[in-house]
């Protein structure tokens, strides 16, 4: 697996990561989007929405669209992801705490 492979599985662990802190475990692309800047993955709004439609394939998350902003919601599959309990190639695998 290359790197840019690499780089893509951390920032989807990232998003899901996220969306387990968030009230209601929903947040828009905006918010999304800083998630990923405070970990280091500094994307575009385009890619962070390429992330969410290939997460929300993935049944991982549903979105919404609220005023022409992504609004992702975890699902309880994208939260087993999340804590290990489940594996999904194309998503880092989170390290054991």
Known sequence: MGFKELVKEDQRLVILRSLQEMPGYEANESIIDCCLDAYGHKISRDA???????LEEMALISLRELSGCKIATLTGRGED???????????????AQ
């Not at 962070?48 to 290939?54: D, E, G, M, N």
């Not at 992801?81 to 390290?95: C, E, F, I, L």
């Open 81 to 95: 992801v999340s804590t290990g309990q489940a594996v999904v190639p194309g998503v880092k695998r989170p390290r």
């Open 48 to 54: 962070v929405r390429v992330h969410l439609s290939w």
